[in-house]
Nanobody, 123 residues
Framework: QLQASGGGLVQAGGSLRLSCAAS????????MGWFRQAPGKEREYVAG????????GYDDSVKGRFTISRANAKNTVYLQMDSLKPEDTAVYYC??????????????????WGQGTEVTVSS
């Protein structure tokens, strides 16, 4: 089970940190991803991290502004979002894929999903 939190309303240029807490299973065996879905749009990949945390990847739209990290001892993955833009407004979801060695930007790679946390960036 995944529980995302940390969303809110922020002005353009501001920062937010999202958290996703996992329960059940062995967190250190999960590749984790963050996705987002804006109103009227499909869910899209934002960032991914390997089970150990040693490998990360980002969509070009957030590269250099967002940072994904994880604390396996706390069963938690984070998404630090800096220099936020109005186009970052969306519901953000964390996702997990068990017993894999790497992350992916493919939405179908992930079998477990959190409930989403809403991020609104005002101009």
């Amino acid at each position: 089970q995944l529980q995302a939190s940390g969303g809110g309303l922020v002005q353009a240029g501001g920062s937010l940190r999202l958290s996703c807490a996992a329960s059940g299973g062995t967190f250190s065996r999960y590749a984790m991803g963050w996705f987002r879905q804006a109103p009227g749009k499909e869910r899209e990949y934002v960032a991914g991290i390997s089970p150990s945390g040693g490998n990360t990847g980002y969509d070009d739209s957030v590269k250099g502004r967002f940072t994904i990290s994880r604390a396996n001892a706390k069963n938690t993955v984070y998404l630090q979002m800096d220099s936020l833009k109005p186009e970052d407004t969306a519901v953000y979801y964390c996702a997990a894929s068990q017993n894999v060695a790497y992350y992916s930007g493919n939405i179908n790679y992930y079998k477990s999903w959190g409930q989403g946390t809403e991020v609104t960036v005002s101009s």
